[in-house]
Nanobody, 114 residues
Framework: QVQLVESGGGLVQPGGSLRLSCVASGDIFDDWAMSWYRQAPGKERELSAVMTGGGSTRYADSVKGRFTIFRDRAKNTVYLQMTSLKPEDTAVYYC????????WGQGTLVTVSS
């Protein structure tokens, strides 16, 4: 059984940076697709960034050029480096793993505010 645990959320000022981490445990393999989703208050959950098992990445237009997804396979960890943060980036960020089945983490709150 795969489990995902996110960390790294918090309060940051506009223009600041934050790095989220997602540690995967259990029977997870290198070919799993790993993603970061976010859900802002009153809005639906949306995809922010995805990394396929082959290492390709894709980003939502709203975060392109500011967010970077990368993974450390030796540590079974996927990261989301967020820069030039804006108040509209405020959301609960969820780690997601997919390979036939889907697994979600519990989420970590990011608040961008002065």
């Amino acid at each position: 059984q795969v489990q995902l645990v996110e960390s790294g959320g918090g309060l940051v000022q506009p223009g600041g940076s934050l790095r989220l981490s997602c540690v995967a445990s259990g029977d997870i393999f290198d070919d799993w697709a790993m993603s970061w989703y976010r859900q802002a208050p009153g809005k639906e959950r949306e995809l922010s960034a995805v990394m396929t098992g082959g290492g390709s990445t894709r980003y939502a237009d709203s975060v392109k050029g500011r967010f970077t997804i990368f993974r450390d396979r030796a540590k079974n960890t996927v990261y989301l480096q967020m820069t030039s943060l804006k108040p509209e980036d405020t959301a609960v960020y969820y780690c997601h793993a997919a390979r036939v089945v889907e697994v979600w983490g519990q989420g970590t709150l990011v608040t961008v505010s002065s």
